[in-house]
């Protein structure tokens, strides 16, 4: 059977990634797919085109959140099953919910939701993007990663609670919670991308309240993944 070389390599390439969750190099997934460092870069270039992978800024390679594009196509139950629980979510806590996708060094919004009864709420939509380091969402999915030296106090805080808070980080006077949604073992494959759910308010936020909120919602997400 013939297999079209480039298209394999970019396959494999989208594996090795996947078993890479801080990031590889190109110069060892160079290595590791056996080719040339310039046509390793053309691979990444064409797959960040795809928002397949993202680059940080310290040129490390990792999963975009174009994978999870991909992911709810083929697995489209998670995502509609998802809306109901953040729209009781923006409900429960009068307040924007979110869920959320780590893209190489960003936070980017995949799914919203506004509360019901609310006239004025926070603006979150669907694909803006913020530092990792910024803000509740991007703060909990780094707190599900393995502690690094030198990260932020703020991850530290958050992987000690279970959940992050934040303040005035990306909006004036806006207070966000999210926890992580940790990804079922069975699915460390090129489409698992790191999540995070959340939500944020200008003001009147029950920080107590919506922090076990958050945490009841990322276990029921957790569980739609599992299914």
Request: aromatic fraction near 4%.
């Amino acid at each position: 059977m013939s297999t079209l070389q480039t298209l394999d390599r970019g396959l494999r390439a989208l594996e090795v990634i996947s078993q890479s969750p801080n990031g590889i190099s190109v110069a060892e997934l160079a290595k590791e797919l056996d080719v040339h460092r310039a046509i390793c870069y053309r691979i990444v270039a064409t797959l960040e085109e795809h928002l397949l992978v993202a680059r940080t800024e310290d040129g490390w390679v990792r999963l975009a959140v174009g994978l999870a594009v991909l992911a709810s196509r083929f697995a489209p139950q998670f995502h509609l099953d998802a809306r109901p629980l953040l729209k009781a979510l923006a409900n429960e806590t009068h307040a924007t919910a979110f869920i959320s996708a780590a893209e190489g060094q960003s936070c980017v919004a995949e799914q919203v939701a506004e509360p019901d009864d609310q006239v004025l709420t926070v603006g979150y939509r669907v694909g803006s993007r913020h530092p990792l380091t910024r803000g509740a969402a991007g703060l909990a999915i780094l707190a599900l990663r393995p502690e690094e030296p030198g990260e932020p106090e703020a991850v530290r805080v958050a992987r000690r609670d279970g959940y992050s808070l934040t303040r005035g980080e990306l909006e004036r006077g806006a207070v966000g919670v999210a926890a992580g949604i940790r990804v079922p073992a069975r699915l460390g494959t090129a489409t698992a991308v790191e999540r995070s759910v959340g939500v944020v308010a200008i003001e009147g936020l029950d920080t107590e309240t919506a922090a076990q909120a958050v945490l009841r919602t990322a276990r029921q997400l957790e569980q739609l993944l599992s299914a």
